[in-house]
């Protein structure tokens, strides 16, 4: 359902947005965040890249801290999906 496809991703990127934010606050200069959303739960991989690639990029240009994120990607398969979107 739509509702509930938009309110899936809100959270995922709010997960991801809070997170930096932390990170801004404490004036942190790199982080590592886990491919969230890109396992068991069948939360579509893609989707969570892209959710994951957009926030963190938009938080980077707006943001002083953290100066670097790493992604950790549990697989070959997620790491893929990564460096597709980021091309």
């Keep these: 359902?739509?509702?509930?496809?938009?309110?899936?991703?809100?959270?995922?990127?709010?997960?991801?947005w809070n997170t930096m934010q932390a990170c801004n606050w404490l004036m942190i200069d790199s982080v590592a965040i886990p491919a969230l959303s890109t396992g068991i739960y069948g939360f579509p991989e893609k989707r969570a890249a892209k959710i994951a690639i957009e926030e963190i990029e938009f938080?980077?240009?707006?943001h002083a801290y953290p100066k670097r994120i790493v992604?950790?990607?549990?697989n070959k398969a997620t790491r893929k999906i990564y460096e597709e979107i980021l091309g």
């Design 59 to 62: 938080f980077l240009s707006t």
């Design 1 to 16: 359902d739509k509702k509930f496809k938009e309110k899936s991703d809100n959270i995922l990127s709010m997960v991801y």
């Design 71 to 74: 992604c950790v990607c549990y």
